[in-house]
């Protein structure tokens, strides 16, 4: 069976600053899939980011970037120059397999934008 | 840009009833998911579709539940007798047009159903 786990189940930073989360994970599969998705309190989810295991170059998108590191099995979450809007439960979830598989969720890390 | 639509938004029944959600995918997609939320937990995986059938399900997708894709649009999950542990927000996600694109699910804003 395939985990996620997430250890910080809740941070608040300022505004602008810089703020990462942690999500570490255990799966056998050799190909494999990471995304972060966000959930603000409207509950949508929302896709942040992906990461293919197969690639070696961080995936970046905007203000958010991830540091992947395959042989740790760590995918942490880094959001620079963060904004009010960022304030949300972020989730980091695990694929692997073909393309019926579901998602592997973590429980979350509440993440507050103070002003 | 497409996205993926559920309906109604909120549903409130009694327990022992019957409910429907129902879901719209991104046309094109392939795969189509059902996942639940209980308040405060994190997201958990229901069941996956693909071509008319259902392709994997978790221990909680028992008897109680069924999907259904009626037509070429509208995917749906049943719940025949609801219980009040059915409470929860549920999502619907669908990914894949097929070759590397398969593996980005996309959630619809979920619905809120409330077991009294």
């Known amino acids: 069976a395939q985990t996620v786990t997430q250890s910080q189940p809740e941070m608040s930073v300022q505004e602008a600053e810089t703020v990462t989360l942690s999500c570490t994970y255990d799966?056998?599969?050799?190909?494999?899939?990471l995304f972060w998705y966000k959930q603000p309190p409207s509950r949508q989810m929302i896709l942040v980011i992906r990461q293919e295991a197969y690639k070696q170059q961080n995936a970046t998108e905007n203000r958010f970037s991830v540091n992947f590191q395959k042989a740790a099995k760590s995918f942490s979450l880094k959001i620079s120059d963060s904004q009010l809007g960022d304030t949300a439960m972020y989730f980091c979830a695990l694929f692997s397999g073909g393309g019926a598989d579901g998602l592997t969720f973590g429980k979350g890390t509440h993440l507050i934008i103070q002003p | 840009e497409p996205e993926v639509t559920q309906t109604p938004s909120h549903q409130v029944t009694q327990m022992g009833q019957e409910v429907i959600l129902r879901c719209v995918p991104i046309?094109?997609?392939?795969?189509f998911y059902w996942y639940r939320q209980i308040l405060g937990q994190k997201v958990e995986f229901l069941v996956s579709f693909y071509n008319n059938e259902i392709s994997e399900k978790s221990e909680i997708f028992d008897d109680q539940f069924s999907v259904e894709r009626p037509d070429g649009s509208n995917f749906t999950l049943k719940i025949r007798s609801t219980k009040l542990e059915d409470s929860a927000m549920y999502f619907c996600?669908?990914?894949?047009?097929?070759?590397?694109?398969?593996?980005?699910?996309?959630f619809g804003p979920g619905t809120r159903l409330t077991v009294l």
């Open positions: 799966t056998s599969e050799s190909n494999y899939y």
């Open positions: 046309s094109n997609h392939l795969y």
């Open positions: 996600a669908s990914s894949g047009t097929g070759g590397f694109a398969i593996d980005t699910q996309y």
